[in-house]
């Protein structure tokens, strides 16, 4: 009687360890099945940081980046430095903290991010020095337009407009934005192949485009005397226009900018500035995303319909990946800025609807 206890005894332990065994081994493969794997569940991490967003156009370039980011599975982290280069060093500290995979940064000033800049590729970290040229650092990537042609297109508008040994004004942005020395060769060249002559050149600190307004009213004998005023981008050239309108020179003087943001477009068709520079900030925004993601994970960046080249760096050799701008005048407008959907025709032409086209 004992041993057929002891035997069924046996035979209920043994049915409830091979019922546990299946329970656990199913609750396991419930648990792969609906849990991602590591790899799966690590999002790709950007962190980026801006200048400000005091310029128009940077409001743009950082939704359009995002959104590319995100939609191709990245998480990116937006700082805004307002114009405070502590403050811009102090947010690459906090990517390198957060174990970022790449660092984006449109650079306030070059020399003093460069420890930071090194920390960062130290630790592994991919950084894209976006719009801006870094100068003092080796970065893994620059992505901007051609700035040299953004001086060109400039100068050529005003030869264009019938300017020949004339006499230009050129203001200039920050003289520690590196973008502004390229912008600057590409129009002192037309104008010199024009044989226009450039009296004087102004440096708007920290892009401060009242700065540019102050200079029209500090230097009206020199403003009497030029024929065109290059203005480095069109913050400046607002500021340009109003010091020229009170003293009734508007679109008297011929005035050039560059971004196509929409108060110039305005001023264009109303015939106080006669050209500005559009840059597809998409196109740049969009190709920038797509090279942080594919530098995270460790592929080769591809020149695509753009032009990838290198530009000397401190000795070393950066990529370079240029877009293209475009030059923009009342005559192409239209084709350029409205079609695109940059700006649209009722906010173009809203100060001189008689002007604006039917279709």
């Known amino acids: 009687m004992k041993t057929k206890r002891k035997g069924l ?8 360890t091979i019922l546990l065994t299946c329970l656990s081994g199913c609750e396991k493969e419930e648990k792969s099945q609906n849990s991602p794997g590591k790899e799966d569940d690590k999002k790709i991490q950007i962190g980026m940081t801006f200048d400000s967003f005091v310029i128009e156009r940077w409001q743009r370039d950082r939704d359009v980046f995002v959104s590319m980011a995100k939609e191709l599975g990245a998480e990116v982290n937006i700082q805004n430095a307002n114009g405070d280069v502590a403050e811009q060093k102090k947010q690459i500290e906090y990517f390198i903290k957060k174990g970022m995979d790449v660092i984006v940064i449109v650079c306030i000033d070059s020399p003093s991010i460069k420890a930071n800049i090194k920390k960062a590729r130290d630790a592994g970290i991919k950084v894209i ?7 003092d650092s080796e970065v893994d990537l620059y992505i901007s337009f051609d700035n040299r042609m953004v001086g060109e297109l400039m100068g050529q508008a005003l030869v264009d407009s019938g300017l020949r040994n ?7 942005g920050s003289v520690n934005d590196n973008n502004v020395p390229m912008v600057s060769e590409g129009f002192t060249a037309v104008m010199e192949e024009s044989d226009n002559e450039i009296i004087d050149t102004f440096y708007a600190d920290s892009w ?4 540019a307004g102050d200079y029209i009213y500090n230097n009206m004998s020199k403003v009497l005397k030029c024929d065109a005023i290059m203005c480095g981008n069109d913050d400046l050239a607002s500021r340009v226009v109003t010091a020229l309108s009170e003293k009734r020179l508007a679109g008297k003087i011929m005035v050039v900018g560059q971004d196509a943001d929409l108060e110039a477009c305005q001023r264009i068709v109303e015939g106080t500035q006669l050209m500005t520079v559009y840059k597809p900030i998409e196109k740049l925004a969009q190709r920038a995303a797509e090279c942080a993601v594919k530098m995270a994970k460790g592929e080769e960046i591809e020149a695509g319909d753009n032009e990838l080249t290198t530009i000397d760096v401190e000795g070393h050799e950066i990529p370079y990946l240029k877009i293209n701008p475009v030059s923009v005048t009342a005559e192409n407008m239209d084709d350029v800025i409205i079609k695109s959907g940059f700006h649209i025709k009722e906010d173009v032409y809203l100060n001189v609807p008689s002007k604006m086209p039917l279709n």
Do not use: Q
């Open 129 to 135: 020095a976006y719009d801006r040229l870094i100068s």
């Open 9 to 16: 005894f046996i035979s209920v332990l043994l049915i409830i």
């Open 208 to 211: 401060k485009a009242e700065l």
């Open 166 to 172: 004339g006499e230009v004004i050129m203001l200039n």
